[in-house]
């Protein structure tokens, strides 16, 4: 508001520096015109803001824009026929009849890569090296291995996005990947889950629950409304986390890369997510879990062990642990919790139960999110 009055001041006093008089006939008419002006004055600082965003979102563009053509292999999941029938809705009915199993309705493998080789940049040597791996409609695949082993770069590659040097991949149906550094936008809590997508209560309850948003939603000044991201309230690593689970979760996929989810949150929310959620939730569905928490791995169909950019064994848990791998050896990293609880890191010797029949009790067989299934987003990000 003192803009226009500093710019009268500024001009005037410059006026009488030069030596001109300062009369009414100049004062007056100089006055109107600052009136005049006035808006404008006000706006200049927003509108240099701006143009200082748009420069650097230009950039931004640019550098994207240049970026190389990348080579998908044909492996595209738009080019891999589709899911026929439609997938299966989340819920516990679903998780009964697709849960276990060595294939889908039609014996066709949902998710696929058959000796892929991939990099991350062309001209570089792959990251990922002689992978073949084939998931079953339904299925929950874990993923475990040392840090740097490759286990984000699987995830990226089903994504497409790493360069497929030889071999094939795709992913049928539409897919949700919640990555290790979540992203958050500048936006309600509640934009951040639909992204988008049309609100449905219940199905927004029902992620919510899953996701074990419910105590952090009451602690937050406005709920689900309050502004998160830069601009407003800062979430913990564990709450972003949760997050961009819930908008996974949401977006009703039908085939789900999360990319260790449980990694920053206390033991009891972490137990949560697994039942309500990943095995409650989305019971039915194709999941992909990259994890550091051994005690779940009794729950997977099938675990993957990645060392050195390989698939070094691949199996159901007990069929690993008969054959005698050192499921603690391949996970030495241990873990920080950025929510302040204790690591559940490390503990194959208390396996959990099998979570899919827990599933009966986290998710109801009718489950509103069956109708946010055409407002999902084909990607969760
Ligand atoms: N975005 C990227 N661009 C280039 N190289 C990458 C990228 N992400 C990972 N890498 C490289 O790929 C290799 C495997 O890393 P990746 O992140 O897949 O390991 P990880 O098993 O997920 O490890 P962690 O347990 O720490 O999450 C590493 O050498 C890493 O430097
Ligand atoms: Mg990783």
């Known amino acids: 508001m003192a803009g226009p009055v500093m710019v009268a001041l500024a ?11 300062l009369t009414a006939d100049v004062a007056f008419p100089a006055l109107a015109l600052f009136n005049l002006l006035r808006f404008p004055i006000i706006m200049l600082p927003n509108q240099i803001t701006n143009l200082i965003n748009a420069h650097v979102a230009l950039g931004r563009l640019r550098d994207f824009l240049a970026q190389p053509e990348r080579d998908d292999g044909g492996g595209d999941k738009d080019a891999a026929p589709p899911l026929s029938p439609p997938g299966p809705a989340p819920g516990a009915a679903a998780a009964k009849a697709f849960a276990i199993g060595g ?3 039609f014996g066709e493998p949902v998710i696929s890569i058959q000796n892929g080789n991939f990099c991350w940049e062309a001209g570089k040597p792959p990251t990922l090296r002689g992978v073949n791996l084939d998931v079953a409609r339904g299925q929950l695949i874990m993923v475990v291995g040392d840090v740097g082993s490759g286990k984000s770069s699987l995830l990226h590659a089903l994504l497409g996005e790493m360069d497929v040097r030889s071999g094939l991949r795709f992913v049928r149906g539409t897919a949700a990947y919640t990555a290790q550094d979540p992203w958050i936008q500048n936006a309600s809590l509640r934009a951040n889950i639909l992204m988008g997508a049309l609100y449905d209560e219940d199905a927004y309850a ?19 409304a309050t502004e998160i991201g830069e601009k407003g309230v800062n ?13 996974a979760v949401y977006s009703a996929a039908d ?6 989810p449980l990694s920053a949150v206390d033991a009891h929310v972490g137990a949560t997510l697994f039942d309500r959620c990943i095995c409650g939730l ?8 990259v994890t550091h928490q051994l005690q779940y791995l009794a729950a997977a169909d099938t675990v993957v062990v990645m060392r050195d950019g390989r698939v070094a064994e691949v199996g159901p848990y007990d069929a690993l642990l008969a054959k005698g791998v050192d499921l603690h050896g391949v996970v030495k990293a241990g873990g920080v919790d950025e929510d302040g609880g204790a690591s559940q890191r490390g503990s194959a010797n208390a396996p959990r139960a099998r979570a899919s029949g827990e599933a009966d009790s986290a998710a109801s067989p009718s489950s509103p999110l069956n109708f946010a299934n055409g407002n999902g987003h084909a990607n969760g990000h």
């Not at 029902?206 to 689900?224: H, M, N, S, Y």
């Not at 085939?255 to 260790?260: A, I, N, R």
């Open 255 to 260: 085939v789900y890369l999360l990319d260790d």
């Open 235 to 247: 979430l913990s690593g564990g709450q972003k986390h949760r997050v961009a689970l819930a908008r």
């Open 206 to 224: 029902e992620t919510i629950a899953a996701c074990a948003l419910v105590t952090d939603l009451e602690a937050l000044p406005a709920g689900d």
């Open 282 to 289: 989305l019971a039915g569905t194709t999941r992909v879990l």
């Open 11 to 21: 001009a005037f006093g410059t006026y009488g520096w030069l030596g001109k008089p």
């Open 103 to 105: 294939g889908d309705d």
